[in-house]
């Protein structure tokens, strides 16, 4: 019974996450970006909270994880962002919502979701657990490439010259490769329906802008 709950709460939230990118895709191609677009925040923290209705952090190794990640992303972002170093020159606009020394805090929950979904869907593959690992960063590092595509027009970031360097995706592997490796070392399961539909309805947006 409790299994059939979870599916049922983990269809029912991907729905509503599909709901709220498509609705996006529709109304930004009908002209309304400004408004669509300066709800990134509130989209963001929709799909945090599904996916933590799904999976919810409780106990202490999930919420250690997750403070890691989030901690680890915020510090990589602090150190990007003020200094260049990791990804380059770049700074953050204002659709990522309030920031920390020039760094939005929901970058950190994203750098900690997108981890724990990556990973998950990659349990639908049998594979050793590294090999795990390394696919989940590609993943990672997948999306966040469309998303580059659109970022300077949507306000979230820009990079100095307009384009994201080498660098920046070199980094977004090692740093989502770090972060793997640690989740498939805490030897995590989580949920594999909520996980794929978070990613490919990102995805879908993403490459809708950048085709």
């Known amino acids: 019974m409790y299994k059939h709950l979870m599916t049922y709460k983990a269809h029912l939230a991907a729905g509503i996450i599909w709901l709220f990118h498509i609705s996006a895709l529709i109304g930004i191609s009908l002209g309304h970006l400004d408004w669509f677009i300066s709800k990134t925040p509130l989209n963001l923290m929709v799909c945090l909270l599904l996916f933590l209705a799904v999976y919810p952090l409780d106990n202490a190794r999930k919420i250690t994880a997750f403070i890691i990640f989030f901690s680890g992303g915020m510090f990589a972002e602090w150190l990007g962002v003020n200094y260049g170093i990791l990804f380059g020159d770049y700074l953050y606009g204002a659709n990522f919502g309030p920031k920390w020394d020039g760094v939005p ?4 929950a994203y750098w900690a979701l997108l981890t724990f979904i990556t990973a998950a869907m990659m349990d639908y593959l049998k594979l050793n657990p590294w090999s795990k690992a390394l696919l989940a960063a590609v993943l990672m590092v997948t999306l966040d490439f469309f998303m580059e ?7 979230f970031w820009t990079f100095e ?7 920046n995706y070199i980094t977004w592997f090692l740093l989502a490769l770090l972060f793997q490796g640690v989740l498939r070392w805490m030897d995590f399961t989580g ?3 909520i996980s794929l539909h978070l990613y490919f309805a990102q995805l879908l947006f993403f ?3 950048y085709f």
Do not use: R, V
């Open 105 to 108: 805090l929901l970058i950190g």
């Open 161 to 167: 010259g307009g384009l994201a360097p080498l660098e």
């Open 149 to 155: 595509h659109s970022a300077p027009q949507f306000d």
């Open 207 to 209: 490459l809708f802008f």
């Open 191 to 193: 949920n594999k329906i």
